[in-house]
T-cell receptor, first 115, second 114 residues
Framework: AQKVTQAQTEISVVEKEDVTLDCVYE???????LFWYKQPPSGELVFLIR??????QNEISGRYSWNFQKSTSSFNFTITASQVVDSAVYFC????????????FGKGNQVVVIP | DTEVTQTPKHLVMGMTNKKSLKCEQH?????MYWYKQKAKKPPELMFV???????INESVPSRFSPECPNSSLLNLHLHALQPEDSALYLC?????????????FGEGSWLTVV
């Protein structure tokens, strides 16, 4: 079975601080895909990044960066110089194999950026 | 802006009402999804349509009835709902139903059953 663990439920930071969200996944499949989504209070789930199990390159997109480490089954997400607009719930998700596209979501991290 | 649009944004319905949630995408995707999300929980998959055919029903009660009229549209018909069905209902789409295809979500429909 697939499982995603996001241990930190709520994280508060002061604006301009960095914040790192941890995501640990479990799967026996060798082919799998990892995702991060952002959900602001409006409700929409916004896609941030997709990474497949064969691509361990880290990625930076503006103030966002991701660190994928297969050795520790982790796919962590860092927001640099946080802004109030970053306040949202962030979900890490896992999809495996070649079958139906079922996303296994973590419980989410509520990030609160204090001005 | 999201390319998956959902209507209505908010819906309040009585337990004897019949209503529908609508979803539309114009990305040429061939897989469409309904998810249900309760407060402070992650989304839960309800249904998956692939090429306009129902491919997954996650044992959803029959008071929820999905419909895919064409490759761009997805409806969720609601009848005789219970207060515990109050939730955010998210529509989504992906290029195909295979894992690895990015799933894009709409803004959701907030449903309250009274």
């Amino acid at each position: 079975a697939q499982k995603v663990t996001q241990a930190q439920t709520e994280i508060s930071v002061v604006e301009k601080e960095d914040v790192t969200l941890d995501c640990v996944y479990e799967t026996r499949d060798t082919t799998y895909y990892l995702f991060w989504y952002k959900q602001p209070p409006s409700g929409e789930l916004v896609f941030l990044i997709r990474r497949n199990s064969f691509d361990e390159q880290n990625e930076i997109s503006g103030r966002y960066s991701w660190n994928f480490q297969k050795s520790t089954s982790s796919f962590n997400f860092t927001i640099t110089a946080s802004q109030v607009v970053d306040s949202a719930v962030y979900f890490c998700a896992l999809s495996v194999g070649y079958g139906n596209n079922r996303l296994a979501f973590g419980k989410g991290n509520q990030v609160v950026v204090i001005p | 802006d999201t390319e998956v649009t959902q209507t209505p944004k908010h819906l309040v319905m009585g337990m004897t009402n019949k209503k529908s949630l609508k979803c539309e995408q114009h990305m040429g995707h061939r897989a469409m999804y309904w998810y249900k999300q309760k407060a402070k929980k992650p989304p839960e998959l309800m249904f998956v349509y692939s090429y306009e055919k129902l491919s997954i029903n996650e044992s959803v009660p029959s008071r929820f009835s999905p419909e895919c009229p064409n490759s761009s549209l997805l409806n969720l018909h609601l009848h005789a709902l219970q207060p515990e069905d109050s939730a955010l209902y998210l529509c989504a789409s992906s290029q195909a139903r295979f894992s690895g295809n990015t799933i894009y979500f709409g803004e959701g429909s907030w449903l309250t059953v009274v």
